[in-house]
C-alpha cells in the first residue's frame, strides 16, 4: 500500500506556479507547451497495482517495534508511522491511528488500549493481568526452559569456532573465538535449532614436514604406528621451536623437510604415524584449556578433513572459467575486489608450485557443508557461522561471493562470518607477557582463578579457602573472564583487566554471580530458616502473583522480555545481548528488594508470590548464565 500511494502520489502531484515574468517577443512566437492528457482512473489503478505488485514485502524491521525507551512509557513502541504515512496519503497521527485500529483485536489479550504520542509513536503497555499469568508461567519452569517453547522452524546450524593449530599452545587470541563461538551454540541449540559444533583445527600445511622430519631424528618410534601412540613429546612449544630453529639454520634439514610435507600429502605411513602423534599430544593440551572453559561438544574437524576434496574444487572453478592463470597461480577474480592501484585483488584457490592454501580449503569446507548431500558426506547446513577476528573480514567475503558464484551454495543457505575485535593490555597495547610473548591461555586462566581465590581468602574469618570455597574461586576466576569478553560488543577491542572482571560492582560475572546467590539466601531464610549446611536450596511451589507495588511490576516487565533478547541473539549473534539484559533484570531485582520485604510481607499470599518473582528471577539469571557458559553459586 505504500508503494501504490507513493506511484499515485507522483501522479497527482501539483506543478509548480512559476512566477509571472515579462515576455520577450521570441517567447511570444513559441508555441504553447503540449499539454500531458490527464490519466483515467483505469490507468491510474493499472500503476498502482503494478507498484504494489512490484514491491518488497514488509518486514519485521520495517514494523519498527522496539521495547520502550522509558518504563513509563509502557513496554514496547511501535515507530512506524512516521515513514508510513506520506506513502499513504496521511499525516502520522493518522497513521498511527489506522495502525492501533488493526492492533486492537490483535493484542487486546495482552495489552492495555495503545497510545498514541507525539507526532505518531505508539506506546503498548502489557495489562497486569498478563504480567502476573506470563511470571508465574516462567516461575512453574524455572529449574528448566522459563516457559519457553522450542521453535517450530528448525535449522542445521553449523558453528565453526576456536580452531588452534597443532603443536601450538592455545593463546589469548584463541580466547574470543572459543567463547562466543560456544554461548551462540548454547543459544542456538536452546531455540530448539540442530547444531554442529566444528573445530576447524590447523592440522596440515607445509610446517609438518619440518615437525615429522624433527620427530625422525628425536623420537624415532613416533614413526611407526605401532609405537608412535606410547611416544611422550613433552612440550609441544619447545619442540616446534627446536624444529623451526633447525629449519631456518640447515640447509639439509631444511630439504628434508620440503620432501617430508610431499611425502605426507602421498599417504606415507611414517609421516602420517608421526603426523598423528602430533596431533593426539596436542588434543590431550587443547582438552585442558576446554575442560577448564567448560567447552563441550566440540567435534574437530582439521583442514586433513578436506584435503582429498581440494582437487575437485579448483578443477570445478576451472571449468566454469572462474579460477584462471595469474602468474603461474589459480585465482578468481571478482569486481567487487581491487587493490589500492585499481587492479583487481585475486582469490588465489592453488599456488604455483600446484599446493593449495587457505582459500581453497575453506571453499571444500562450505562445499561439504552446504552443497553436498549427506549421502556424500554433506552437512546440508541452513546456516553456517565462522566466529573468527575481524582481520579475516575480507577473506571470508571474498571465499563466500566465490562461493556463490561456484553454486556451492544456494540462495537459501546463510553464510556469515562473526568478527570479533583484539584483545590488548589495560593501556590499550597488544596483550603479551613482559618479554613481548604471546600470553598462553593457561596461564592467563590460572591467573584469574588465583585472584578470585585471594579475594575470597580476605572475606574469610581465618584467610583459609576450604575444598568448597576453592571451588568457587574456580567458578568466579572463569566465569569473570568470559563474561568480561562476552559482555562487550564483539566487534570492538576490549582492553583485559583481572580488576574491572572480577569486581562485585557493575556488569561482571562476580555481581551477577552475587545477585542470584542473594536470591538463594532470601528463600533459604523463607523456606529453610536461614539453615546454612551445605544443603542446596529448596524452591517454593510457584504461588498466584500479587502486584502490591511498581517495583513488582517493574521487574515482572523487565524478565518477561527474556524470549526477545534470545531472538535477538539468534538473529544477530552478539552475546552482549544477553549480558546486558542480565545487567537490568539484576537492577530491576535490586529496587524491588529495597522496597518489597519478603519476610515481612504483609500477607502469607503477598510472601508467596513475592517468592514466585524471587524463583523467576534466579531461574532468568540461571538460564542465561548458563547459556553464556558460566555456572552459579548458592553462596558467596
Known amino acids: 500500500e505504500v508503494a501504490r500511494g507513493a506511484a499515485l502520489a507522483k501522479l497527482e502531484k501539483p506543478k509548480k506556479k512559476k512566477k509571472k515574468k515579462k515576455k520577450n ?17 483505469e490507468e491510474k489503478q493499472a500503476i498502482g497495482d503494478a507498484a504494489a505488485a512490484a514491491a518488497k514485502p514488509f518486514s519485521e524491521t520495517d514494523s519498527m517495534v522496539t521495547s520502550a525507551t522509558k518504563i513509563e512509557f509502557g513496554d514496547y513502541q511501535v515507530n512506524a508511522a512516521m515513514g508510513l504515512a506520506k506513502g499513504v496519503g496521511m499525516n502520522p497521527r493518522q497513521c498511527a491511528s489506522k495502525i492501533v485500529d488493526a492492533l486492537k483485536p490483535v493484542l487486546g489479550d495482552c495489552m492495555e488500549e495503545p497510545e498514541i504520542a507525539g507526532p505518531g509513536f505508539i506506546n503498548l503497555k502489557f495489562k497486569q493481568d498478563y504480567l502476573q499469568g506470563a511470571v508465574l508461567t516462567m516461575a512453574k519452569d ?6 519457553i517453547a522450542p521453535t517450530t522452524h528448525k535449522r542445521k546450524i553449523i558453528v565453526d569456532y576456536s580452531s588452534p593449530n597443532i603443536a601450538k599452545e592455545m593463546h589469548v587470541g584463541h580466547l574470543r573465538s572459543t567463547i562466543i563461538g560456544d554461548t551462540l551454540c548454547n543459544v542456538l541449540e536452546f531455540a530448539g535449532h540442530d547444531v554442529v559444533r566444528l573445530n576447524h583445527v590447523g592440522d596440515w600445511g607445509t610446517q609438518f614436514g619440518m615437525l615429522v622430519e624433527h620427530l625422525r631424528d ?12 606410547d611416544v611422550d613429546l613433552g612440550d609441544l612449544v619447545m619442540l616446534y621451536k627446536a624444529a623451526k630453529k633447525r629449519f631456518d639454520a640447515d640447509e639439509t634439514f631444511r630439504q628434508r623437510a620440503r620432501e617430508g610435507v610431499v611425502k605426507l600429502q602421498a599417504g606415507n605411513p611414517e609421516e602420517l604415524a608421526a603426523w598423528e602423534s602430533l596431533c593426539a599430544a596436542s588434543r590431550v593440551e587443547y582438552q585442558k584449556i ?13 583442514e586433513s578433513f578436506y584435503n582429498p576434496l581440494l582437487g575437485d574444487v579448483v578443477k570445478d572453478l576451472e571449468e566454469q572459467g572462474l579460477a584462471v592463470e595469474s602468474e603461474g597461480a589459480k585465482a578468481v577474480f571478482m569486481d567487487s575486489y581491487e587493490t589500492r592501484d585499481g587492479t583487481p585483488f585475486p582469490l588465489l584457490v592453488q599456488k604455483s608450485d600446484g599446493g593449495f592454501n587457505y582459500a581453497t580449503t575453506d571453499l571444500a569446507a562450505i562445499r561439504q557443508r552446504a552443497q553436498l548431500p549427506a549421502s556424500d558426506g554433506g552437512e ?43 584483545v590488548q593490555s589495560e593501556d590499550g597495547k597488544k596483550f603479551a607477557t613482559r618479554s613481548g610473548d604471546t600470553v598462553k591461555l593457561k596461564d592467563l586462566l590460572n591467573e584469574a ?35 568480561a569478553d562476552l559482555s562487550l560488543n564483539r566487534e570492538s577491542n576490549y582492553r583485559f583487566s583481572y580488576e574491572k572482571m572480577l569486581s562485585l560492582n557493575g556488569n561482571t560475572a562476580p555481581y551477577m554471580m552475587y545477585a542470584y546467590a542473594r ?83 504483609e500477607t502469607p499470599e503477598l510472601k508467596a508470590s513475592r517468592l514466585t518473582l524471587c524463583m523467576a528471577t534466579a531461574g532468568t539469571i540461571r538460564l542465561l548464565m548458563t547459556l553464556l557458559g558460566i555456572d552459579v553459586v548458592e553462596r558467596m
Not at 524455572?142 to 516457559?147: D, K
Not at 556463490?404 to 568478527?419: C, I, N, Q, R, Y
Not at 575470597?456 to 569473570?480: C, F, N, W
Open 25 to 41: 517577443q521570441q517567447e511570444e512566437d513559441q508555441p504553447p507547451p503540449e499539454e500531458v492528457p490527464e490519466l483515467s482512473a
Open 519 to 601: 536470591i538463594c539466601s532470601i528463600v533459604r531464610k523463607a523456606v529453610d530458616d536461614g539453615r546454612e549446611d551445605g544443603v542446596p536450596v529448596s524452591w517454593p511451589e510457584a504461588a498466584r502473583i500479587t502486584i502490591s507495588h511498581e517495583t513488582e511490576s517493574n521487574l515482572i516487565r523487565t524478565i518477561i522480555k527474556l524470549p526477545d533478547t534470545l531472538n535477538d541473539v539468534e538473529r544477530e549473534l552478539y552475546p552482549s545481548k544477553i549480558c546486558d539484559f542480565l545487567f537490568d533484570v539484576s537492577q530491576s531485582f535490586s529496587k524491588f528488594y529495597e522496597n518489597c520485604s519478603v519476610m515481612k510481607a
Open 449 to 483: 582463578i588465583r585472584i578470585a581465590g585471594e579475594n575470597l581468602r580476605e572475606r574469610t574469618p581465618d584467610g583459609e579457602l576450604d575444598e568448597q570455597t576453592q571451588k568457587v574461586a574456580e567458578v568466579v576466576g572463569i566465569g569473570a573472564v568470559k563474561y
Open 290 to 302: 576446554y575442560d577448564t572453559l567448560n567447552i563441550k561438544n566440540l567435534e574437530e574437524r582439521g
Open 380 to 422: 546440508e547446513a541452513d546456516r553456517v557461522l565462522y566466529v573468527t577476528d575481524a582481520g579475516q573480514a575480507q577473506h571470508f567475503s571474498m571465499v563466500f561471493e566465490a562461493a556463490k558464484m561456484a553454486g556451492f551454495v544456494d540462495e537459501e543457505t546463510s553464510l556469515e562470518h562473526v568478527p570479533f575485535g583484539l
Open 142 to 147: 524455572s529449574r528448566g526452559r522459563l516457559g
Open 218 to 229: 628425536e623420537y624415532p618410534a613416533a614413526l611407526k604406528k605401532e609405537t608412535s601412540q
